[in-house]
């Protein structure tokens, strides 16, 4: 955000000021007292602890106030409501920039099943190369305390605002498009995930939907071709629709020819009306197509033209645990995916995995954790996960967390169980051979990513 002083953000959080100096200058905020900078205004919410407890470390940190529901020791802006305040705050630095006849910020919602990161990835590289200014969310600050936070973290001079929105049950998405109005909406895919929440592959559909209801009359959207129709909102009115796929299906603007995997990475030849270019991208897994081919139709529908956009995913880094490859002692490669998994995610590794490891005539060891929040179906979505692993020739299947016990069930040959990371992680080692290519996959509350981490400490090249 631009710096502003703590009484003007006072006025627009609609709160009242105690024990503070009015002329203090505010230049960000945060809401975890480990993570305040210098100028931050901190926001103590309630959650499982009280964040009012932790405001005199956040003001020894350079906190130039904390946002609570009471009057503290220090300098407080006093509200109703933290969480709400720290919504209206990121809702009014946006407008306020419009309001102050600075050039607006455009805003990039994407929101999807799977592949928001790696789509959120690949436009922020595009935009970047292209020499735009570019804010981007981290981590997984796609929810309603991340969102805003991620808008407050923009620097003055950001030109374009590339935010992931989560959604755990309908109205989500709408309400953070409340806190930040895109003009350019992404959906990246529409897949069984969060069932508990959603009951159905269509009410996911529904949910989702909400990015292109939310965006103006003059958005754009970029969609994949075969998604539910709820999912696109086909009644509303926008100034351009990009819709993309993977094997250049009927009625699709945007798609790929000439796949490739290598060890350097991606290569492939997008296309778009009646031009083309070929695009190298250090991602490894066809899977993958589908998010970069999102992330070009974000940067077209933000004016990039799709040479400059093929040069742009050149420089992608995926943000850590996706699709990242470690070479081990004994010739093992690690595949780790282990951020988190749904059915599709783990479908998509598993191919990937099957085709590499024949490629390299290698043993093919597949590490799963259980998939989460997949409702009344989920036994059976793990059931379906391990027959296709063992319709790929998958030759070791190592299961870890009780869910995960659901893919064996499926599965006729070798098998490992372990009862949850922390034993895999001791137990694997043994369970390996040289040569061997590990895909590691499954939710992010099994914690695989501690697996891998002891793999690539206990078999580190030397």
Not at 4 to 23: K, P
Not at 241 to 255: H, S, T
Not at 389 to 408: F, K, N, P, T
Request: hydrophobic share 45%.
């Amino acid at each position: 955000m631009r710096s502003t002083s703590l009484s003007r953000v006072a006025r627009a959080i609609g709160g009242e000021m105690v024990h503070a100096d009015d002329s203090a200058v505010v230049r960000g905020a945060a809401v975890d007292s480990r993570r305040v900078r210098v100028g931050d205004l901190f926001f103590a919410l309630r959650g499982r602890v009280d964040g009012a407890n932790f405001a005199p470390q956040a003001i020894e940190r350079g906190a130039v106030a904390a946002v609570a529901d009471r009057p503290l020791d220090g300098p407080t802006i006093v509200v109703e409501d933290p969480l709400d305040a720290l919504q209206r705050l990121a809702r009014w630095s946006l407008a306020r920039d419009h309001e102050d006849s600075v050039a607006s910020i455009s805003v990039v919602g994407i929101t999807g099943s799977v592949g928001k990161t790696t789509t959120k990835d690949g436009l922020a590289a595009i935009l970047r190369m292209s020499g735009k200014i570019v804010s981007a969310t981290e981590g997984n600050f796609n929810n309603e305390i991340g969102l805003p936070l991620t808008v407050l973290s923009a620097g003055g001079r950001t030109e374009v605002l590339v935010l992931e929105m989560g959604a755990t049950h309908a109205g989500d998405i709408r309400y953070l498009c409340g806190i930040a109005p895109p003009n350019i909406g992404i959906l990246t895919a529409i897949a069984p995930i969060h069932l508990e929440s959603f009951g159905s592959l269509e009410g996911i559909a529904t949910a989702k939907g909400e990015l292109a209801l939310a965006l103006p009359d003059d958005g754009s959207f970029v969609y994949p071709i075969g998604v539910p129709e709820a999912a696109t909102g086909p009644e509303k009115k926008l100034g351009c629709r990009i819709a993309f796929d993977r094997e250049g299906a009927e009625g699709a603007d945007l798609w790929a020819s000439e796949v490739e995997d290598s060890e350097e990475g991606l290569r492939f030849t997008v296309h778009f009306g009646d031009s083309s270019a070929e695009v190298r991208c250090p991602v490894f897994g066809t899977h993958l197509v589908q998010p970069l081919l999102a992330a070009l139709g974000g940067a077209l529908a933000l004016g990039i033209d799709l040479e400059a956009g093929a040069r742009g995913l050149a420089r992608l880094r995926r943000t850590g645990l996706r699709g990242e490859i470690h070479r081990l002692r004994d010739d093992i490669v690690v595949y780790d995916d282990s951020y988190n998994s749904s059915p599709a995610a783990i479908s998509a590794v598993l191919r990937y995995g099957a085709d590499q490891s024949h490629r390299q005539n290698r043993r093919f060891v597949a590490v799963l954790g259980g998939m989460f929040e997949l409702g009344p179906a989920a036994r059976e979505y793990h059931r379906e996960a391990g027959r296709l692993a063992s319709e790929l020739d998958v030759d070791l299947l190592v299961c870890v967390g009780d869910e995960a016990r659901w893919y064996a069930e499926a599965f006729p040959d070798e098998t490992v169980l372990f009862d949850d990371a922390e034993a895999a992680a001791e137990g694997l080692g043994e369970n390996l051979r040289a040569g061997d290519y590990v895909v590691v996959k499954g939710s992010r509350g099994v914690g695989l990513d501690r697996l891998t981490r002891k793999l690539r400490e206990s078999l580190a090249l030397v």
